[in-house]
């Protein structure tokens, strides 16, 4: 039995929908029954009446609630305890709402400021990032939106921007820009991470799903080896070409399609705003490549 699974379970009893609790995770429906079936066989007992649409919960569900609602209480708290601690000892706590910009920035920070060490994980939500400011669960929030809180001060950290990673030897690697609109019939493979700057931008990939064209893939080893395929398009990002190498082959051309830039903010408490001075400063030093200041 995994923590994991008791939050999962949690959340399918509040929300009492498979489809609205698999939206609130961010996980896939087939994903959140499958961990639900796991749960219920290692209790070996069902824990919902399942009736129509809804998921309500029979009574081993309400006890097995109950305990889950106690063991999740009890490691939010270990886990807050060791998160003080971690502070005592001079760790910079930083939550980032999706994998790409802590990828970037966290080796390059500490290589800039090696005396300060780091503690980076992915959002639950980005909902809750305001909370974990204010309940000091992080020092540095990264998120897609500008946290208004009269006790937090937000700061433009990065810029975001979709584009496309096309093969040197093929005829759209002689254009400046492209708008993708323009060419809908081109093989397109897409690694998809379901991130919150992918759903930022879910008008522009639902579109794309609509393509006969364009393959989504979610293995990035499969998506890696198309990488080299000579008639195959894909994507990257302002962000992720700074640290991922597609290789020398291929050319990097800016899109023009409506829908796919975001920024990213990174926020702190004022309170803490001392604490937070060496990311600020390095953020500054690095504003060019990281928000294209040219």
Same mark, same amino acid.
């Given at each position: 039995m995994e923590l994991t699974q008791l939050r999962q379970f949690k959340i399918l009893a509040e929300c009492s929908s498979m489809t609205q609790a698999a939206e609130k995770l961010h996980i896939s429906q087939p994903a959140l029954s499958a961990a639900l079936k796991k749960l219920? #066989? *290692?209790?070996?007992?069902?824990?919902? =009446?399942?009736?129509?649409?809804?998921?309500?919960?029979? +009574?081993?569900?309400?006890?097995?609630?109950? $305990?889950?609602?106690?063991?999740? =209480?009890?490691?939010d708290e270990m886990k807050n305890i060791f998160r003080r601690y971690i502070r005592q000892n001079?760790?910079?706590?930083?939550?980032?709402?999706?994998?790409?910009?802590?990828?970037?920035?966290?080796?390059?920070?500490?290589?800039?400021?090696?005396?300060?060490? !780091?503690s980076s994980e992915l959002l639950t939500s980005e909902d809750n990032?305001?909370?974990?400011?204010?309940?000091?669960?992080?020092?540095?929030?990264?998120?897609?939106? *500008?946290?208004k809180h009269p +006790?937090? !001060?937000?700061?433009?950290?990065?810029?975001? =921007?979709?584009?496309?990673?096309?093969?040197?030897?093929?005829?759209?690697?002689?254009?400046?820009?492209?708008c993708l609109? #323009?060419?809908?019939?081109?093989?397109?493979?897409?690694?998809?991470? #379901?991130?919150? $700057? =992918?759903?930022?931008?879910?008008?522009?990939?639902?579109?794309?799903?609509?393509?006969?064209?364009?393959t989504f893939y979610t293995d990035y080893f499969v998506f890696q080896q198309l990488l080299?395929?000579?008639?195959?398009?894909?994507?990257?990002?302002r962000l992720v070409r700074q640290y991922r190498n597609d290789g020398g082959n291929r050319v990097?051309?800016?899109?023009? #399609?409506?829908?796919?830039?975001? !920024?990213y903010w990174f926020s702190f408490l004022r309170e803490n705003q001392k604490r937070a001075a060496p990311f600020i400063d390095w953020q500054r030093q690095n504003a060019t490549p990281l928000l294209g200041l040219e």
């Open positions: 219920e #066989d *290692e209790l070996e007992t069902p824990l919902f =009446e399942r009736k129509r649409s809804r998921m309500i919960l029979n +009574d081993a569900g309400k006890l097995a609630l109950t $305990y889950a609602g106690a063991i999740i =209480e009890k490691a001079n760790t910079l706590l930083l939550g980032f709402c999706d994998p790409g910009p802590m990828r970037l920035s966290v080796p390059l920070f500490q290589k800039s400021c090696p005396e300060i060490e !780091v990032a305001p909370n974990n400011l204010l309940s000091h669960k992080y020092d540095i929030v990264i998120s897609l939106r *500008e946290l +006790d937090i !001060v937000s700061m433009p950290f990065a810029r975001e =921007e979709l584009m496309l990673s096309v093969p040197a030897q093929d005829p759209l690697a002689a254009e400046k820009q492209i609109h #323009d060419h809908q019939t081109r093989k397109i493979a897409v690694y998809s991470i #379901d991130g919150a $700057y =992918e759903r930022r931008i879910s008008p522009f990939m639902n579109w794309l799903r609509t393509l006969p064209s364009v080299n395929h000579k008639n195959v398009l894909t994507f990257t990002t990097v051309i800016p899109l023009t #399609d409506e829908g796919i830039s975001a !920024v």
